[in-house]
């Protein structure tokens, strides 16, 4: 799992760290010590800690003009056990609405495996983001991972889809694509 680095392409256009509106701002990286782990396997310096033991993310972009980020995620999202999207949203997505974004990309390529636990963080992050005219896409997530995420109902509120060249267009044009994607399927 330390091979698996977040996605670095676009850190000419945005980097967490260098934004003041970011819960990331001023965070320092090693490119050396290996020190975070999802279950006893070390993970990559760069992912960000948000305060789940299972599960990381990264920051690939953030539009606050265009009100979106992307967002790579790392590990085990367990809701069950660790309550991680109470953490996410609390800690992360409650931060980032509060400095207007309100269309997220969840990269989940990288999720492992999902348990849930009750739908409130994620009724309550939908109605957030659609109140505004937003709303909320994971793509890529892998199949049993997507089995227990449909499974739980959560597809609901966060749209699933399968878009796998991302890593080859910039940021705003996934952003474009996407949206294109999801106002045609609400049109339906």
Partial sequence: MQNIAPY?????LYTSEDDERSPFFEREYSEFVFSKTVYNFYIHPQWDE????????????????????????LGEWNDA??????TLKRDVIDLLLREGITKYILIAEN?????????SYYEEWFEDVTDEGGWIICINMPE???YDFKKARLNHYIELINFPQWRTLKPDIIFTQLDNILMKRLDI
């Fill in 8 to 12: 670095d392409n676009w850190r000419y």
């Fill in 144 to 146: 049993q991972t997507q």
């Fill in 50 to 73: 948000f305060g789940s033991s299972t599960l990381y993310i990264k920051f690939l972009m953030i539009d606050y003009s265009s009100r979106y980020a992307i967002i790579e995620m």
């Fill in 81 to 86: 056990i660790e309550n991680d999207i109470m």
């Fill in 111 to 119: 999720v492992l495996n999902f348990h849930s636990s009750d739908d």
